[in-house]
């Protein structure tokens, strides 16, 4: 059986291989999913490697998404 960090390095190599990036669009129409995901409490980096990674590179998207989480939250 396979552990849980196995399978993360697995869809992360996947995720390389594949060397599919994601335009600020189409990370901005999946951001929803994203952060709803992560609020359950599900890794959404695991689930949507190209809007993770995309997340991490781009600082635009990652102060939306961190905007998100906070109105999803509620105050
Ligand atoms: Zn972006």
Redesign the pocket.
């Known amino acids: 059986m396979l552990k849980r960090s196995d399978v993360v390095k697995l869809v992360r190599v996947v995720d390389e291989t594949r060397e599919i990036e994601i335009?600020?669009d189409e990370?901005?129409e999946r951001l929803d999913s994203y952060a709803e995901t992560e609020l359950s409490g599900l890794d959404a980096r695991t689930a949507m490697p190209l809007v993770g990674d995309?997340?991490e590179?781009?600082a635009?998207?990652?102060s939306?998404f961190e905007g998100l989480l906070i109105a999803l939250r509620g105050t």
């Open positions: 335009s600020c990370c901005f995309h997340l590179k781009c635009d998207c990652r939306n």
